[in-house]
């Protein structure tokens, strides 16, 4: 059985000990979750599996001829096209093509049939290397995965430095996942992808043969995903059986247990060292020191130091607003000559709690800052309520001024003192010297904690939230929870935590295809209703269920135009990996190694068969679209 086994592992910085004694098995078929607070040393233990750390000390054992599979949190990526960085991947077997081509020829000139020998011997093993390591169906192999990961025939050809960050994202993913390892290791994998394509990425991984270690602060994702979650916590490793819900629920009752038997053996402590005091000189003086010296050899029960939490975080009250605290009437949105949406209508009431969702690039924070009135719409109007008091929380912190430091940001802008506004810092984490830092040398994290500090400053009773959870580790992320949904004022808030909006909100605006769609309920409840419909209906229609949720407004010319590209678009993708495949299959049918075995024979020309129908009916199809 294919095992990665890590006994004893160890590692420090200086004086420094990141973590010590971690020992877990990876099996193949095991989804292994990773996770700690920020700095705790996730990613420099994946880098020691990975042998790009040197451990101090314990081994790692991976199995001969295994290999892994790495995505980093900030990869770098080369300077050529989607194609030619995805082949890298292959870059084993395109040197053997080329070698086989370089063979063919040498073959073809020689006429010594000893030295003919040697060099069909010498191909034959080549050829079989190149085969078993996919070479005659790589090409299909790279666009089944770069189309799986959502990119297109056009893509393909675009230079790499051109894509976003969710898309370069996606790129490192493409190129871990093509050559199927038998270890792949994930390094916060689902930044930068939108919900959709995490969701792709979770049904991929579920299926996935081989082991998969995955660093991640998604807990939606985590509780998909994993089977088994490893923590790091104060220096050491913890394994607990399940998913992320399963490992809160065994590590409550772990420290649960453990408490009750700390406090047991305080209470023994207690009682030992009184008898001690009180018979040590007396009579009993020798039974008193028996019991001191098996005090002195008794196992201490530690109880571990309390996570780091924010200790105070509460919103200032807010001030009464109108029932309607905001209005969309008829908007429209459009950069230069590009339509993001028109003819769109949304309520905002007070006490909504709204989560905004829809794919990277469908205008979700455009139509944020539509609402703070950071942009003017296209057409139709934005209106916001009597009293509403706006509080924005920008996924790019334009709010802090990068030159400041952290106690003069506080202090100057709401005119507290030095006492008062220390407070506040440490309350939200930032001690002692610390609140002298500048803010532009300030991890995302920390960014995201002090944006958060002053907007519960604020006294806003409508809250507009861009990512707020953002670069968020999870007990940072669940202090943002407990403050939105104590919170009585009104908000909306753009995010691809599924975990997060499933616990604060009470109603889902999809944004997606310049539509506005709305669901009264959580993330959870928005995804079966969503799933329910496409299931009641034929797959190429795709309409929202009429029973379940309000009809989307019929799409503009335009728009439908721009479906009408992206199918053609697809199936042209289709058509080319269908291609590539049965490009594959000739060559292999022309081998006469392959008409050895009639059965294998039968199989090739079967398969070859099937690949030519499908490739006819995709061709009927894109001419029928034309």
């Known amino acids: 059985m294919t095992l990665l086994k890590v006994e004893g592992l160890s590692k420090a910085f200086g004086i420094e000990t990141l973590f010590s004694g971690v020992s877990f098995e990876v099996r193949r078929g095991d989804k292994v979750g990773l996770i700690g607070a920020n700095g705790t040393g996730k990613t420099t233990l994946m880098r020691c599996l990975m042998g790009l750390e040197q451990a101090d000390a314990g081994t790692i054992g991976l199995p001969s001829g295994g290999n892994i599979g790495y995505v980093e949190q900030e990869a770098a990526l080369g300077n050529g096209c989607l194609y030619d960085e995805l082949c890298v991947a292959f870059r084993d077997v395109l040197a053997w093509q080329a070698e086989m081509k370089e063979l063919e020829q040498v073959i073809a000139a020689e006429r010594d049939e000893a030295a003919l020998e040697g060099l069909m011997k010498q191909y034959s093993a080549i050829v079989e290397r190149f085969e078993r390591a996919g070479g005659y169906a790589y090409e299909s192999t790279v666009k089944r995965v770069a189309f799986g990961l959502g990119f297109a025939e056009a893509d393909l050809t675009r230079s790499v430095a051109a894509f976003s960050g969710g898309q370069k994202t996606r790129i490192c993913l493409a190129k871990a996942l093509i050559r199927q390892p038998d270890f792949l290791f994930l390094d916060e994998p689902t930044n930068h992808l939108d919900i959709g394509m995490v969701e792709w990425l979770e049904e991929f991984l579920a299926g996935y043969p081989g082991g998969v270690l995955v660093i991640s602060h998604d807990r939606f994702f985590l509780d998909k995903v994993a089977g088994r979650m490893l923590e790091l916590e104060n220096g050491t490793a913890a394994v607990y059986h399940g998913n992320y819900t399963r490992y809160l629920a065994l590590k409550a009752e772990r420290l649960s247990a453990l408490s009750g038997a700390f406090a047991r053996q305080q209470q023994k402590i207690a009682q030992t060292e009184e008898y001690i005091r009180r018979y040590k000189a007396g009579i009993k003086s020798k039974q008193a020191r028996g019991r001191e010296k098996q005090l002195q050899r008794l196992e201490r029960i530690v109880l571990p130091p309390g996570s780091a939490r924010f200790n105070y975080f509460a919103f200032n009250p807010p001030s009464e607003c109108a029932e309607r605290v905001a209005e969309l009437e008829d908007a429209a949105a459009a950069y230069g000559s590009r339509t993001i949406f028109e003819h769109q209508s949304l309520l905002i009431r007070r ?161 997606a295809d310049g539509c506005l769609v709305e669901y009264a309920g959580n993330y959870s409840y928005y995804r079966e209703r969503r799933q329910a419909a496409q299931k009641a209906v034929q797959p190429a229609e795709r309409p929202l269920d009429k029973a379940a949720e309000p009809v989307r407004k019929s799409k503009p010319r335009q728009q439908r135009a721009g479906d009408k590209e992206k199918l053609a678009q697809r199936l042209e993708g289709e058509i080319a990996m269908l291609e590539a495949e049965l490009k594959a299959l000739e060559f292999r049918l022309n081998d006469p190694a392959s008409h050895v075995d009639p059965s294998v024979s039968q199989s090739l020309a079967d398969e070859h068969l099937r690949v030519q129908a499908a490739l006819e009916a995709k061709y009927n199809d894109w001419l029928e679209l034309q």
């Open 351 to 511: 006490g909504d709690g709204i989560a905004l969702v829809g794919p990277n690039g469908a205008g979700k924070t455009t139509l944020l800052k539509l609402l703070i009135g950071e942009l003017t719409p296209a057409a139709g109007r934005v209106k916001l309520g009597s009293r509403v008091r706006l509080g924005y929380f920008s996924q790019q912190h334009e709010g802090l001024n990068s030159a400041n430091r952290l106690l003069d940001e506080i202090m100057q802008e709401y005119g507290l003192s030095e006492e008062r506004a220390r407070h506040y810092l440490g309350a939200f984490l930032f001690c002692g010297d610390e609140v002298f830092k500048i803010i532009r040398d300030l991890s995302g994290g920390e960014k995201s904690r002090l944006a958060f500090l002053k907007l519960m400053l604020t006294g806003a009773n409508f809250l507009v939230l861009d990512e707020p959870t953002n670069h968020l580790d999870i007990p940072a992320k669940e202090a943002v929870e407990e403050a939105i949904m104590a919170f009585p004022g009104t908000f909306i808030a753009v995010s691809h935590d599924r975990y997060f909006l499933d616990k604060v909100a009470n109603c889902v605006v999809e944004l």
